[in-house]
C-alpha cells in the first residue's frame, strides 16, 4: 500500500514539478532578454571611436564576437540610426544610455550618406544573420517618419537609397510608404525623391525599374499621393520639378502600359459577349483619349483582342478560312483605327509578329493581307488619289477609302508597298515578302496602268 501511495503522489506531484521547471526556463530567458547592457557597450564603444566611420566599422565588426548581434538586432540598429533605442512612434527612449555619433546627427550630404551605408554594408556582410533583421528595420523607420525631423528624414532617405542601389535591402521597403498617415501628410512624396535622387545617382533608371518591377511596386509609384492627387498630371510636375524626371517618365509609362492591358482585357470581354462593333468603337475612341494612347498603339491592342477572342483551329488547312471569315467581322474595327498611314503599318508589322510566332498562321499572311486590303467587298474598279500618307503628298489608284458593297477596306496599297519595301520586322521576312511577292507586283502593275491612263486623260 505504502509503494502504491507513493507512486500516486509522484504521478500527481509530475505535472507540478514538470510545469515549475517550464515557467522557470521561461522566466529565465525573459530575464536575459535585457538589452540595457548591451547598448551601454554599443553607445561606449561608438562614443570613443567618434566620427571616424572606419574606426566604428572596426569596432562593430570585433564587437560581434563578444555581444548577442542576433538577439539585440534592432537595438543595435537603433543605435546606429538614432543614437539609441527607439520608443513607438520614433521618440529616443528617455531612460537610456545615448550616442551622439550616429546617422541623424551625421551631416546632410550624400558622401557623409555612402560612408555610412558601407558602415552598414560591412557589418551586415560580416554577420550574415543580421540581413533580414536590418531590412525590418528599414521598414520600421520608414513607418516612424512622422517622429523624426526633416534633416533626420533626408538622411534615412539619402541612406535607403544608396542601400538600394547596393543590393543592401529589397525595393519591398517602399511598403512602407503606403501608409495612410504618411501619404496623407505629404511625407511619403517627400520622402521618396530624396530616395530616389540618391538611388538613381548610385545606380541609373533602368536599374530603379528592374528592382521595382521585382516586388511589383512599378504600378503602385502613383499611391504615394492622396487619392485627390492620384493622377499622372501631378506625378509627373512633382517628380519632374524635384529634378526626377526620369522617375516620372518611368511612372508614366507604366500608366501607359497598365491602361494598355485593362484596355485589352476590357475589349476582350465585349467581343466574346457579342456586343454591337459602334459601341466597342466608341468605347475605345474614349479610353483611348482618356490614357493619351496614339492611333499606332490603339491598332496593336486591337488587333491582339481581335485574334485572342476566339479558340483557333490546329490544323493549318482550316485556320487560314477561319480567320478569314473572323476578321471580316471584326473589318469595320480595324478600319476605325487605322485612318493614318503609320497605324496601317502597324497593324501590318502585327499581323507578320501574330503569323511569325503563330505557327499555323504561317501560310496566312498573304491572305489576311489581300482581306484587310480588299475590305469585305471586292473593288469593281479603282479610282484617282492624291492623299497625304507618310508625311507626303501621294498620288495613285485607288485614291480614298472607297466603300465596297459589303464595307471600307483597311489598308491602303501604299501602306502595304511601304511595307515591303522598307517596313517590315525580322520576324519570317523572307518567308513573309516571298509570300507578298505576287501580290506586291500587281498592285505595281496596277499603279502603273492607273498613272497612264491619268496621262491620256490629261
Known amino acids: 500500500m505504502y509503494w502504491v501511495s507513493f507512486m500516486n ?20 530567458e525573459k530575464e536575459r532578454f535585457d538589452p540595457t547592457q548591451f547598448q551601454e557597450s554599443i553607445v561606449q564603444g561608438l562614443n570613443q571611436t567618434g566620427s571616424d566611420l572606419e574606426a566604428v566599422a572596426k569596432f562593430l565588426d570585433a564587437s560581434g564576437a563578444k555581444l548577442d548581434y542576433r538577439r539585440y538586432a534592432e537595438t543595435l ?4 540610426v538614432a543614437g539609441g533605442m527607439l520608443a513607438p512612434g520614433g521618440t529616443l527612449s528617455d531612460d537610456m544610455t545615448r550616442t551622439e555619433f550616429c546617422l541623424f546627427t551625421a551631416n546632410e550630404d550624400l558622401e557623409t550618406m555612402q560612408a ?3 558602415v552598414f554594408n560591412k557589418l551586415i556582410r560580416r554577420y550574415k544573420y543580421l540581413e533580414k533583421g536590418f531590412e525590418e528595420e528599414i521598414k520600421k523607420l520608414l513607418l516612424f517618419l512622422k517622429g523624426f525631423d526633416e534633416s533626420e528624414r533626408n538622411k534615412l532617405a539619402m541612406l535607403a537609397g544608396i542601400l538600394l542601389a547596393n543590393g543592401n535591402i529589397s525595393a519591398s521597403i517602399l511598403n512602407s510608404l503606403y501608409n495612410e498617415n504618411l501619404v496623407k501628410e505629404g511625407v511619403s512624396a517627400a520622402f521618396a525623391v530624396k530616395l530616389f535622387k540618391s538611388w538613381i545617382y548610385e545606380k541609373d533608371i533602368n536599374c530603379v525599374a528592374c528592382s521595382l518591377r521585382k516586388v511589383g511596386m512599378d504600378n503602385r509609384l502613383m499611391e504615394l499621393f492622396p487619392a485627390n492627387k492620384r493622377s499622372a498630371e501631378h506625378f509627373s510636375k512633382y517628380f519632374t520639378d524635384a529634378g526626377l524626371k526620369e522617375l516620372a517618365d518611368f511612372a508614366r509609362n507604366q500608366l501607359s502600359i497598365g491602361a494598355r492591358k485593362e484596355l485589352q482585357k476590357e475589349l476582350h470581354e465585349q467581343m466574346a459577349r457579342g456586343d454591337p462593333q459602334r459601341e466597342i468603337i466608341a468605347y475605345t475612341r474614349e479610353e483611348m483619349k482618356k490614357a493619351g494612347l496614339s492611333e499606332q498603339a490603339m491598332i496593336s491592342i486591337i488587333w491582339s483582342s481581335v485574334m485572342s ?8 488547312e482550316l485556320v487560314t478560312e477561319q480567320a478569314i471569315k473572323h476578321l471580316k467581322q471584326y473589318s469595320p474595327l480595324l478600319k476605325a483605327f487605322t485612318s493614318q498611314g503609320q497605324s496601317e503599318i502597324s497593324l501590318l508589322v502585327k499581323v507578320q509578329e501574330y503569323c511569325y510566332d503563330n505557327i499555323h498562321f504561317m501560310k496566312a499572311f498573304q491572305k489576311i493581307v489581300v482581306l484587310l486590303y480588299k475590305g469585305f467587298g471586292k473593288r469593281t474598279n479603282r479610282s484617282r488619289r492624291k492623299v497625304t500618307i507618310f508625311g507626303r503628298r ?8 472607297k466603300e465596297g458593297p459589303q464595307g471600307p477596306d483597311v489598308l491602303s496599297e501604299e501602306a502595304i508597298l511601304k511595307w515591303y519595301s522598307e517596313g517590315q520586322q525580322n520576324k519570317g521576312k523572307g518567308m513573309f515578302l516571298e509570300q507578298m511577292k505576287k501580290f506586291v507586283e500587281w498592285l505595281k502593275n496596277a499603279e502603273e496602268e492607273s498613272e497612264s491612263e491619268e496621262d491620256e486623260a490629261d
Open 9 to 28: 503522489n509522484q504521478k500527481q506531484q509530475k505535472p507540478t514539478l514538470t510545469g515549475q521547471r517550464f515557467k522557470t526556463r521561461k522566466r529565465d
Open 77 to 80: 540598429f537603433d543605435i546606429l
Open 116 to 118: 555610412y551605408a558601407q
Open 309 to 316: 477572342c476566339v479558340e483557333w483551329n490546329k490544323k493549318e
Open 394 to 401: 501621294t498620288s495613285g489608284p485607288c485614291g480614298r477609302r
